[in-house]
């Protein structure tokens, strides 16, 4: 695990991760799910484990968009609660949240703000 600045740790290299879709890495101790939403020319991260029937599985949930503003979210593959990409809050859950991370993409490497 290379860190480069003060949270900043890099995580994988942008092939690593599917266009638009997701894959799952691990820092540390926790397991984080990376997302390529290449179609809106962006990156998401949020925690892996999703909180309704904690399982480690959100990095292959399918990722979408939302409502009159477009918003980017992931849906579980299991039983679809879906999560803003952004904030974390779960859409269709007003109990449920996931952490979100910052991302940033250089030269081919991906990197996650912890």
Request: hydrophobic share 35%.
């Amino acid at each position: 695990m290379e860190t480069i600045t003060d949270n900043w740790v890099l995580a994988c290299r942008v092939n690593d991760i599917p266009q638009n879709g997701g894959a799952c890495v691990k820092l540390g101790d926790e397991q984080i799910a990376i997302f390529n939403f290449s179609r809106r020319g962006q990156w998401f991260a949020t925690q892996n484990l999703c909180p309704h029937k904690q399982q480690m599985v959100l990095s292959r949930g399918m990722i979408g968009s939302t409502g009159d503003n477009c918003e980017p979210k992931v849906a579980c593959p299991f039983h679809k609660n879906t999560f803003s990409l952004l904030s974390g809050q779960c859409l269709t859950n007003e109990e449920l949240s996931i952490k979100t991370y910052a991302v940033r993409v250089e030269d081919d490497r991906v990197f996650i703000a912890l």
